[in-house]
T-cell receptor, first 116, second 111 residues
């Protein structure tokens, strides 16, 4: 089974702090994604990466950056956390989508971030 | 990004009842996925559909890929308390490595 591991289940940070959310997958997947999930807004894509050192902006990249130095690890960085970044953050991975049966995401358990 | 229209938003049912939910899009999808999310956890893939008209089962769950390719349905038969959670539909974009998600159906099963 695919395992996507997010380093923290719960995080509490202060406004202005730099925050790192780490995600590791063990299935050699090329694609990795960061989403945030808010009540009533569903899942929104922040960034994704389809290869080491490659990254693409999603729908809501403002206030975030990412790092993909190794294939198995994808980090989300909040340079200066703000209260409106309080949310559930979900990491996901997948194989490349050249064949339809690869078109599925595997999610981590999520990190609930509170910014005070 | 595109949002899929999922309904109903929430359901409260008695244990043993059957459940139906659906997801619609203004665009055609080549793949439909259904996920379940338990409280405080990440979504878990339940069923993947790859062909229009396809009907696929996973235990008490059955999902269908609509003929128009713009909709999909999920049915749960004989619900049990552990079916509680939020169910999401999802479909990949045609242009790249992005998924679009429904807003979710929250299911409560009353014992």
């Amino acid at each position: 089974d695919v395992k996507v591991t997010q380093s923290s289940r719960y995080l509490v940070k202060r406004t202005g702090e730099k925050v790192f959310l780490e995600c590791v997958q063990d299935m050699d997947h090329e694609n990795m994604f960061w989403y945030r999930q808010d009540p009533g807004l569903g899942l929104r894509l922040i960034y994704f990466s389809y290869d080491v050192k490659m990254k693409e902006k999603g729908d809501i990249p403002e206030g975030y950056s990412v790092s993909r130095e190794k294939k198995e690890r994808f980090s989300l960085i909040l340079e200066s956390a703000s209260t409106n970044q309080t949310s559930m953050y979900l990491c996901a991975s997948s194989r490349p989508w050249e064949i339809p049966t690869n078109e599925k995401l595997f999610f981590g358990s999520g990190t609930q971030l509170s910014v005070l | 990004g595109q949002q899929l229209n999922q309904s109903p938003q929430s359901m409260f049912i008695q244990e043993g009842e059957d459940v139906s939910m659906n997801c619609t899009s203004s665009s055609i999808f080549n793949t439909w996925l259904w996920y379940k999310q338990d409280p405080g956890e990440g979504p878990v893939l339940l069923i993947a559909l790859y062909k229009a008209g396809e009907l696929t089962s996973n235990g008490r769950l059955t999902a269908q890929f609509g003929i128009t390719r713009k909709d999909s349905f999920l049915n749960i038969s004989a619900s049990i308390p552990s079916d509680v959670g939020i169910y999401f539909c999802a479909g990949p974009s045609n242009t790249g490595n992005q998924f679009y998600f429904g807003t979710g159906t929250s299911l409560t099963v009353i014992p």
